[in-house]
């Protein structure tokens, strides 16, 4: 099987720059980034394909000059769900332009809690409701 190292190249580095944009915190680059990972993915897809062939009708020419459909069905496929996302991600953007002038993702504040307790190694307020304070570790105390 022949690959063609250019195209390698290209989903190589629509993948990393997507990656690295997917991970900024504007939705608006977030989207970006999603369209590139995709096309990336696409382009991907056709390299995995193999060579090109002839088109895939029964008769038309030798079963095994012809190419394979399903890899371009997977790249519509991709193409429709990709659209759906960025039309989603737009709406979103678009919302937080208007309700803040921004479209920068905000910081959770109870994400913000529960990370502190993970830091401190510290137990929720209902912890001891839900264990009836009795660690699963524990042995059970005889005459208790």
């Excluded at 504007?26 to 002839?54: D, E």
Aim: proline share 3%; no cysteine.
């Amino acid at each position: 099987m022949e690959v063609n190292l250019t195209l390698l190249v290209v989903v190589a580095a629509l993948m990393g720059t997507g990656v690295y944009l997917l991970l900024e915190r504007s939705l608006s680059r977030v989207l970006i980034g999603l369209v590139l990972i995709s096309n990336g993915v696409n382009i991907m897809f056709i390299v995995a394909s193999g060579r090109a062939g002839t088109s895939p009708f029964v008769g038309s020419s030798d079963p095994a000059d012809m190419a394979d459909p399903l890899p371009q069905a997977l790249v519509l496929t991709a193409i429709v769900i990709t659209l759906g996302t960025v039309a989603f991600l737009l709406a979103m953007a678009h919302r937080s332009w208007q309700l803040h002038g921004h479209d920068d993702v905000q910081d959770d504040v109870e994400d913000s809690a529960i990370r502190k307790l993970a830091i401190d190694d510290a137990n929720s307020d209902s912890y001891d409701l839900t264990t009836s304070g009795q660690h699963e570790d524990d042995p059970v105390e005889e005459g208790a």
